[in-house]
């Protein structure tokens, strides 16, 4: 029996090299659709620039126009409060009254606002402003001054109605709106005379509804009164309450001062247009 001799692995022969198959030719058959795509767009983009007319060049015009188009799409629209302003102002009345101290023989002064609220004239203002004054002096938009009286009043709502002796050749009624078609945040704009500023405007919004406030040195507790924060003082008191579309929404009536000092600290009250309208006989809004 023979022994089985050990294979030297040196002397066995080499295998047969594994053959790589080129992969460049597969890549470049499947991306040739792609390419010809690229190169199709390429030519059609030089055909139409070869065959499209060539624009006319800007002229001086044509630039500036196109920089008015640009400012002008640029530039907010004008403020809300500008709007209002001119439509409440042709109906806006200067307040001015003359009031005799029996006990010293002194006489004091007042200045406060009012509106022009329907045909014949009448002007709402609050009652605190005209009453127990001797005189008054009423001045409307287009400087005609005259004389008034008192023809109605709600004291618990702090409202009066003058009507002057004379009125405008021509004049121009608010027009009214409607306090319960507001929300607390919308805007609000007050217009009156403030320490005797003829024709100021303030803006600010709503702030809350169905306040209760007493004027200082007054027991009447008024009630239901919208409080808002645009900037009122001695002065606005019976001028108009506006809505952004400039209809009166309230008179004003007062403002609220912890510090008891003469000036608006952000609380201002007006009586809803609806209520204070009753005093001049018109229609609920």
Not at 50 to 62: K, N
Not at 118 to 133: K, P, R, Y
Not at 171 to 193: C, K, Q
Request: proline share 10%; charged share 15%.
């Amino acid at each position: 029996m023979h022994d089985k001799q050990p294979v030297d692995p040196v002397s066995q022969p080499d295998p047969p090299p594994t053959r790589i198959r080129p992969q460049f030719g597969l890549a470049l058959r499947q991306a040739r659709p792609f390419l010809l795509g690229i190169a199709a767009t390429l030519l059609a983009i030089l055909a139409y620039q070869s065959l499209a007319p060539a624009p006319a060049p800007l002229t001086t015009t044509d630039v500036d126009d196109r920089i008015a188009q640009a400012m002008a799409s640029a530039t907010p629209p004008p403020a809300y409060s500008a709007a209002v302003y001119q439509f409440i102002l042709p109906s806006l009345v200067l307040i001015q009254t003359e009031r005799a101290n029996p006990a010293t023989e002194d006489e004091s002064f007042g200045v406060g606002s009012g509106v022009v609220v329907n045909d014949t004239g009448a002007i709402l203002t609050a009652l605190h402003v005209v009453a127990d004054a001797a005189a008054i002096l009423v001045t409307f938009a287009d400087g005609t001054q005259a004389n008034a009286a008192i023809i109605a009043a709600q004291p618990e709502n702090d409202i009066a109605v003058l009507q002057a002796d004379q009125l405008p050749t021509q004049f121009l009624p608010a027009t009214l709106g409607s306090p319960n078609g507001m929300r607390i945040g919308d805007e609000a704009y007050a217009v009156g005379n403030p320490l005797g500023l003829a024709g100021s405007l303030s803006a600010g919004v709503i702030s809350g509804f169905n306040r209760s406030f007493t004027p200082r040195g007054s027991d009447q507790r008024l009630e239901g009164l919208i409080q808002f924060d645009a900037a009122v003082n001695p002065g606005n008191s019976g001028g108009p309450l506006l809505n952004r579309s400039g209809q009166v929404v309230g008179i004003v009536t007062g403002l609220v001062n912890p510090t008891d000092e003469n000036f608006f600290i952000g609380i201002g009250f007006a009586v809803p247009i609806d209520v204070a309208g009753g005093a001049a006989g018109l229609p609920p809004q």
